[in-house]
């Protein structure tokens, strides 16, 4: 199994990213998709998750009408657009997997499979 998560940097408060994850060895339409991210010495949060189907969308209040969770069923890949960055944003970021209900959703303990992370920098 792994999930690829490429796409982070360095960027000025109100610009935009895409990131992207890759992933292989799994059944990849048995699961939601999800990002979360960890700012340093703080917890990792939940920022959205997508059905296998990419039919909902859930995202955390803060990020919500900034960041956009979409997926690629074909090609194995999920995204994460986010527009309007701001310092806050600040963080790695990781793609993980869940073959869980909404319901839990918003908690990284539920979820199976984890990528590597990628660092987003965001300046004021």
């Known amino acids: 199994v792994q999930l690829q998560a490429s796409g982070g940097g360095l960027v000025q408060a109100g610009d935009s990213l895409r990131l992207s994850c890759a992933a292989s060895g799994f059944t990849f339409t048995d699961y939601a998709m999800g990002w979360f991210r960890q700012a340093l010495g703080k917890e990792r949060e939940f920022v959205a998750t997508i059905t296998w189907s990419g039919g909902r969308t859930y995202y955390a209040d803060s990020v919500k009408g900034r960041f956009t969770i979409t997926r690629d069923n074909g090609k194995k890949m999920v995204y994460l657009q986010m527009n309007s960055l701001k310092p806050e944003d600040t963080a790695v970021y990781y793609c993980?997997?869940?073959?869980?209900?909404?319901?839990?959703?918003?908690?990284?303990?539920?979820?199976?499979?984890w990528g590597q992370g990628t660092q987003v920098t965001v300046s004021s």
């Open positions: 993980a997997a869940t073959n869980l209900s909404p319901n839990y959703y918003s908690n990284y303990e539920y979820y199976k499979f």
